[in-house]
């Protein structure tokens, strides 16, 4: 997977697969186009990359038919400078892949109409293209006028909390907790606390209400120290995926598919600067030669053939040694 942002992307609006969606290309050509044509959306393009995952052919090969298959009108590598709305700018450098063979005025007419587009910072596929317009901002519904002569009334403004509810629910629960207002009020901060770490009013009931003495004397005080002794933890905080930014692309540059040239500083044909197209053509002169074979792997990439050891007698070995240096051969010893 290339960087957010960079690799592969569908230039869109291709023909179902079929079998002669490459038959144009020469076979190594072809094998390379359906390899990159099954490689998942954001997947890094470069030809070392590529020939990395390849289970037949080398750098070399993949850099040639790479060229070969956006000659063919198959990929444009784009350049594209990103505005986000947050002020922040970059570049970006996109592949576009399409399976089914484009001119090249249909591809400058692509990248033309890149400009403007709206696109979205998501962090594993990149800034994804987002081929719908924007949609207009919804206007909030107008609020319903109110009835004539009806007007709301001090207990629809001052309607109690599901935290006041369960303190008063205690009297039903359980005849011994009958709290009074001031008491439901004084505590609301504590049974909201509860609530706010997960529990239910069921939880906080049982938990003012287990295992009672026989007689309560002061409910709103018992009530209190329970709340406060069996207070349960806070819940692990979830981190929220940020938003998506929004962002506008605002320049387009066509560059060479294999190398950092770009049109302003040189002439992109068929998706290849001068020097990477007059490359290109010498390896195909020197493949069809012999002279060239970009499948091969070299001869240093290779594994060191077994090394044969000579089988050395040791004992012989040893009394030639000894005889060198003057010394008698050892009882039962011949040289």
Known sequence: MAKSGYGKRRAGDEDPHSD????????????????????EEGHAMGYKAIAAVHPRYGQQA????????????????????ITVEDNSMRWVTRTYWSRTRRSPEWWAEFARERKGR??????????????????????????????????AGPEAESQ?????????????ADPRMPLSDSDCRSLETLVGEWL??????GDITKALTDGLPPA??????????????????????????????????????MCCITCDADELTTKIEDGMCPECRAEYEADLAAEAAGELDAGYIPDTFLADPT???????????AAEVRAAGGLRPKAGTAL
């Open 20 to 39: 002669p969606d490459f038959a144009h290309l020469s076979p190594r050509d072809r094998e390379i186009a359906v390899f990159v044509d099954h490689l």
């Open 62 to 81: 993949v850099r040639t038919s790479l060229r070969g298959v956006s000659e063919a009108g198959h990929s444009r590598q784009i350049r594209e400078h």
């Open 118 to 151: 709206i696109v979205t910072d998501d962090y594993r596929p990149g800034l994804a293209r987002t081929d719908e317009p924007e949609a207009p901002a919804e206007e909030p519904a107008p609020e319903p006028a109110p009835e004539a002569g009806a007007e």
């Open 160 to 172: 109690p909390g599901a935290a006041y509810q369960t303190l008063a629910g205690l009297r039903d």
């Open 196 to 201: 706010s770490r997960g529990s239910t009013p």
């Open 216 to 253: 309560v004397t002061n409910p709103g005080g018992l009530a209190r120290r329970r709340l406060e002794d069996k207070m349960p933890p806070k819940k692990a905080k979830i981190r929220q995926k940020a938003a998506p930014r929004r962002a506008r692309v605002d320049r387009v540059i």
């Open 307 to 317: 090394p044969v050891y000579e089988v050395v007698d040791v004992a012989r070995r």
